[in-house]
């Protein structure tokens, strides 16, 4: 396959685990928790300030960038602080010449800390206005709380495996 996944965030790596199982895609996964040890994780040091992560876009993390295919499925939820890097790993592959397509998760924000609350609405909208000047193929938003009603016997135990 000639596609590359990116994961900004935990929400987005969860989701990339549901991929795996179904498909050959390479995979990036990025984030500023602990993630899994594997080859395909870049763990991002954590910041105080969604700021602070725009500038924190190491030699390692370009290379790696550079190593993807021309086609790229960059998966983020806003409600990760790390999302603040989006547009700059975005703009990264812009320059390269990658299709981008951007599947965006939009979680629950109502148990959120204020901050957090406006950061996911920030980065959605402006995803969703760098798609509208096409300089993303496409952006498709999945809003959590609307997949979680329609699954059925849904318990706390397979919540992640049923929603994802």
């Known amino acids: 396959m000639n596609k590359t996944i990116i994961a900004l965030g935990t929400a987005a790596a969860d989701l990339v ?5 179904i498909s050959d895609y390479d995979f990036l996964l ?3 928790d602990p993630g899994p040890t594997r080859k395909d ?23 790696r960038l550079n190593k993807t295919k021309d086609k790229i499925l960059f998966i983020v939820s ?15 592959l812009i320059a390269k ?14 148990f959120l800390p204020e901050r957090n609350q406006i950061h996911e609405k920030m980065v959605r909208n402006i995803l969703q206005e760098y798609t509208r000047s096409a300089l993303f193929d496409k952006m498709c938003l999945v809003d959590f709380d609307v997949v979680e009603s329609l699954c059925t016997d849904l318990t706390i135990l397979n919540r992640s495996e049923q929603v994802n």
């Open 78 to 92: 806003g409600a990760d602080l790390v999302s603040s890097m989006s547009l700059v790993l975005l703009q990264h």
């Open 97 to 110: 010449k990658r299709s981008i397509d951007i599947l965006y998760i939009k979680t629950s924000v109502e």
């Open 41 to 63: 994780f870049y763990r991002i040091s954590p910041e105080q300030n969604p700021e602070d992560y725009e500038k924190s876009l190491s030699k390692a993390l370009v290379q």
């Open 30 to 32: 990025m984030d500023s």
């Open 17 to 21: 685990f549901e991929f795996e199982k």
